[in-house]
């Protein structure tokens, strides 16, 4: 019998008590979900940063930190981590993601802002380019990053990807480095940012870096906030070289009532609902990575902790 400590957010929990126990059953794992126990006894801990676990040297027996969230900026600094750490990739956050996606590159595609908005009785007969003349570029080429550009890459549109590591990708050209991002930039009508929030992409936009975008770039944020620089944002939105942002993550979340972005013209903003953790897809990743751990093979999303992704 393995124990499972839940160290997430406590109103999730009766949630997870039902659909965790199932999960791993399905596996043959036999387990003790727990939210309170000896921290000797436990082999695993399902976390969130915003929950009760922020020493882990009391776990001795540790063999895995299982992270509830997909993004791990706040737990992989934490030095008295020592085990693998995973972050969530489920289905239904990858599905969430590149519906989200997908939908605000049509929005900007297809001008359907232009056609809501000026209900004025102006016939605007002005058709959009086909998807295969419109590019895309993307910032970011993990799970979700690739799940969304393949969605789009199969509504015809060209789409173009940047990572920190050189990758390969059916019918996409795949960029690198200082050069390759400079590259993208320079090519993508609409960016979507969907990288991780380190050290080295911090600011990644900034006031040089946007102005290499093409005149009326649109730009689409469902990654982290501190990809951003504000300021250049904003500077760029109001010479319009940058025609508009649509920002689902922010350096301040809740987003303040008085930051500039809420009453901004050319800014779009949602809060934070770009793709959720479902506990039910959770639960499926978090069993196989149980059973992984248990039969001594490679967990699934274990974070690199020298890239801190």
């Given at each position: 019998m393995i124990t499972l400590l839940y160290a997430g957010n406590s109103d999730d929990w009766d949630t997870y008590a039902e659909v965790l126990p199932k999960a791993l059953t399905a596996k043959g794992i036999k387990a003790n979900l727990t939210r309170d126990c000896d921290p000797t006894t436990v082999d695993y801990i399902i976390y969130t940063p915003n929950g009760p676990v922020q020493d882990f040297s009391p776990f001795t027996n540790l063999k895995a930190v299982l992270n509830l969230w997909a993004g791990v900026e706040k737990i992989e600094g934490n030095e008295t981590l020592k085990v693998p750490l995973c972050r969530m990739v489920d289905s239904g956050l990858r599905e969430g993601m590149t519906e989200w996606v997908t939908g605000h590159t049509l929005r900007y595609h297809l001008g359907m802002d232009s056609y809501i908005l000026q209900q004025d009785g102006v016939w605007r007969n002005t058709p959009p380019p086909l998807a295969r003349n419109r590019t895309v570029g993307f910032l970011g080429l993990g799970e979700l990053g690739q799940s969304s550009a393949k969605a789009l890459i199969d509504l015809n549109f060209n789409v173009l990807g940047w990572s920190r590591r050189q990758k390969t990708i059916p019918d996409m050209q795949c960029f690198s480095g200082e050069d390759g991002l400079t590259e993208i930039l320079c090519k993508s009508e609409i960016l979507v940012l969907l990288l991780?929030?380190?050290?080295?992409?911090?600011?990644?936009?900034?006031?040089?870096?946007?102005?290499?975008?093409?005149?009326?770039?649109?730009?689409?944020?469902?990654?982290?906030?501190?990809?951003?620089?504000?300021?250049?944002?904003?500077?760029?939105?109001?010479?319009?070289?940058?025609?508009?942002?649509?920002?689902?993550?922010?350096?301040?979340?809740?987003?303040?009532?008085?930051?500039?972005?809420?009453?901004?013209?050319?800014?779009?903003?949602?809060?934070?609902?770009?793709?959720?953790?479902?506990?039910?897809?959770?639960?499926?990743v978090i069993a196989e990575n149980v059973s992984r751990g248990e039969s001594g093979q490679k967990f699934l999303y274990q974070v690199d902790r020298a890239a801190k992704y």
């Open positions: 991780p929030q380190t050290p080295a992409t911090h600011h990644i936009l900034n006031a040089k870096s946007l102005q290499l975008l093409p005149q009326g770039a649109q730009i689409i944020n469902p990654g982290r906030g501190p990809l951003i620089d504000d300021d250049a944002l904003l500077a760029a939105l109001n010479t319009g070289h940058i025609a508009h942002a649509t920002l689902d993550v922010f350096n301040v979340e809740p987003l303040p009532p008085e930051h500039p972005y809420w009453a901004h013209k050319a800014v779009t903003v949602t809060p934070h609902i770009a793709s959720e953790t479902r506990a039910s897809t959770a639960a499926e």
